[in-house]
Nanobody
Framework: QVQLVDSGGGLVQAGGSLRLSCAAS????????MGWFRQAPGKEREFVAA????????RYTDSLKGRFTISRDNAKNTVYLQMNSLKPEDTAVYYC????????????????WGQGTQVTVSS
């Protein structure tokens, strides 16, 4: 397993942007599938985005396409989630996660998780 540390959350007004970061503890993390999930109060954890080790393949939940972008920098063992045009309904704790191939949107398949970072979008 790889240790993950999420950061970059905060309070932002609707329409604003945030970039979340997830730092991995080991260089071997570059071979992992990396994903972002979120959990709002009273709701189940939901898939946001995922990226393959090479960055050549990404997947997003349909409702977030065009506003959120996942990327990774394997030299820095870091994955990012750029969030634009934020809405109050994006308010949640965001978690990064890692697993071996193949890419999946199923949270239960991910073996390593960050501690989460709170994103709050005010109207």
């Amino acid at each position: 397993q790889v240790q993950l540390v999420d950061s970059g959350g905060g309070l932002v007004q609707a329409g604003g942007s945030l970039r979340l970061s997830c730092a991995a503890s080991t260089r071997t993390a570059s071979s992992y599938i990396m994903g972002w999930f979120r959990q709002a109060p009273g709701k189940e954890r939901e898939f946001v985005a995922a990226i393959t080790w090479s960055g050549s393949s990404t997947r997003y939940t349909d409702s977030l396409k065009g506003r959120f972008t996942i990327s990774r920098d394997n030299a820095k063992n870091t994955v990012y989630l750029q969030m634009n045009s934020l809405k109050p309904e994006d308010t949640a704790v965001y978690y990064c996660a890692a697993k071996g191939p193949p890419l999946t949107t199923t949270a239960e398949r991910y073996t390593s998780w960050g501690q989460g970072t709170q994103v709050t979008v005010s109207s």
